[in-house]
């Protein structure tokens, strides 16, 4: 499967411009960026074949501040995902402690955990 780098930038009207440097004459516009990359794609396959199954990597082009916003976002992102993988796991050995190891019941370990007693019985059993 090819890969095309499409590269998106605004017009001064608000539409979307969508082209691909490695196809010369390639390019279109659409609306929305979704609307540019369906017409970006039907543009590169009256320039080449296999165009429908390619892979089409965008690369839009936004101020300095934009980019940087939306890579903060991204980081924040994957931190909160890690975050709450820690906080499952953890939340799985408090149950555990509390009730096998403390001796609590399902609905007080659940009650002080913030959690369902249902849950405790999951992570638990």
């Known amino acids: 499967m090819r890969t095309y780098r499409v590269t998106l930038e605004r017009d001064e009207d608000g539409w ?10 390639c390019h279109t516009q659409g609306k929305t960026i979704r609307q540019a990359m369906e017409r970006i ?17 965008e690369d839009v082009h936004l101020p300095a501040a934009a980019k940087a916003r939306l890579a903060r976002l991204e980081k924040l992102r994957r931190e909160a995902a890690a975050r ?11 149950a555990k402690e509390l009730t096998l190891k403390v001796g609590l019941s399902e609905r007080d370990a ?8 249902q849950r405790v019985h999951q992570l638990v059993g």
């Open 16 to 25: 979307w411009i969508a082209d691909v440097p490695d196809v010369p004459g």
């Open 84 to 94: 709450a993988e820690e906080t499952q796991a953890e939340t799985a050995k408090a």
């Open 110 to 117: 659940a009650r002080l955990m913030g959690i369902s007693h």
């Open 41 to 57: 794609r039907e543009a590169l396959s009256l320039f080449v074949r296999g165009a429908a199954k390619a892979r089409l990597v």
